[in-house]
C-alpha cells in the first residue's frame, strides 16, 4: 500500500541548476497534482494533470515545467532554480479531475543556494 | 474569488483540554468545505468535510460544521490527544475548480 511516492526526500540545488522531482502513484488515479508549501502561504498548485496525456497551469507555474509520463508518474522540472523556488513540494493525486479527496506524497524538502 | 483565513498558530494545549480551531472563508458560489490534516513527515490527509450548509463533517473525534450565516467552518475536538498533534488546514472547492487550502495551523499537544 505505497499510495503517491515521492523522489528525492530532501535536495539542495545551487541556483541555476536544474533538477526533476519524481512522483508515482499506484492507486491507478486519473489525476495528479503539484503543489508547493511555504510558511504563511499554505499549499499552492503549480501545475496539475486531470487525465494521461494532458497537463494545465494551477496558481503558480512560472519557473516549472511538468510531464505526464503515464498514467502512474507524474514528474516536476525546475529548468533554472532560483532562491525564490525553496520550498516542500508535495505531489498529490485524486481518482478523478477536481475531486476534493486528495492523496498526497510525503513531500521533497528543497533548498536552492 | 476564494479566500480561506485560519487562525494564527501555533496552537499548544494539555491532554484532554478542548481543541478550537477557527476557518473563515470566502467564495463565489457555494463550496464544499474540508479539513485536512498533516502529522509529522508525511504528507496531508482528508480529515473530514461537508458539502452544504448546516452540514456537520466528523471524524475521529474532530468535527466542524458549516456556517454559511458566518462564512465559518471552526474544527473542534472535545479531548486532545498526543497523536493529535499535527497541522490542520481548512480548504474549500467550488464547482469545476481544484481545492483551495489556508495556509494552516500547527497543533502540539503535551502530556
Known amino acids: 500500500n505505497a499510495g503517491v511516492t515521492q523522489t528525492p526526500k530532501f535536495q539542495v540545488l545551487k541556483t541555476g541548476?536544474?533538477?526533476?522531482?519524481?512522483?508515482?502513484q499506484d492507486m491507478n488515479h486519473n489525476s495528479m497534482y503539484w503543489y508547493r508549501q511555504d510558511p504563511g502561504m499554505g499549499l499552492r498548485l503549480i501545475y496539475y494533470s486531470a487525465s494521461e496525456g494532458t497537463t494545465d497551469k494551477g496558481e503558480v507555474p512560472n519557473g516549472y515545467n511538468v510531464s505526464r509520463l503515464n498514467k502512474r508518474?507524474?514528474?516536476?522540472?525546475l529548468e533554472s532554480a532560483a532562491p525564490s523556488?525553496?520550498?516542500?513540494?508535495?505531489?498529490?493525486?485524486?481518482?478523478?479531475s477536481q475531486n476534493e479527496k486528495l492523496f498526497f506524497g510525503s513531500g521533497t524538502q528543497l533548498s536552492v543556494l | 474569488g476564494n479566500s480561506v483565513t485560519q487562525m494564527e498558530g501555533p496552537v499548544t494545549l494539555s491532554?484532554?483540554?478542548?481543541?478550537?480551531?477557527?476557518?473563515?472563508y470566502t467564495a463565489t458560489g457555494y463550496p464544499s468545505l474540508?479539513?485536512?490534516?498533516?502529522?509529522?513527515?508525511?504528507?496531508?490527509?482528508?480529515?473530514?468535510?461537508a458539502t452544504k450548509a448546516d452540514d456537520k463533517g466528523?471524524?475521529?473525534g474532530?468535527?466542524?460544521?458549516?456556517r454559511k450565516e458566518t462564512t465559518s467552518f471552526h474544527?473542534?475536538?472535545?479531548?486532545?490527544?498526543?497523536?493529535?498533534?499535527a497541522v490542520y488546514f481548512c480548504a474549500l472547492k467550488t464547482g469545476a475548480n481544484n481545492l483551495f487550502f489556508g495556509t494552516g495551523t500547527r497543533l502540539t499537544v503535551i502530556p
Open chain 1, 17 to 24: 541548476q536544474s533538477m526533476t522531482l519524481q512522483c508515482a
Open chain 1, 73 to 77: 508518474e507524474f514528474s516536476l522540472r
Open chain 1, 85 to 96: 523556488q525553496t520550498s516542500v513540494y508535495f505531489c498529490a493525486s485524486s481518482q478523478r
Open chain 2, 15 to 24: 491532554e484532554e483540554a478542548f481543541l478550537t480551531i477557527n476557518c473563515t
Open chain 2, 34 to 49: 474540508f479539513w485536512y490534516v498533516q502529522y509529522p513527515g508525511e504528507g496531508l490527509q482528508l480529515l473530514l468535510k
Open chain 2, 58 to 60: 466528523s471524524n475521529k
Open chain 2, 62 to 66: 474532530f468535527e466542524a460544521t458549516y
Open chain 2, 75 to 85: 474544527l473542534e475536538k472535545g479531548s486532545v490527544q498526543v497523536s493529535d498533534s
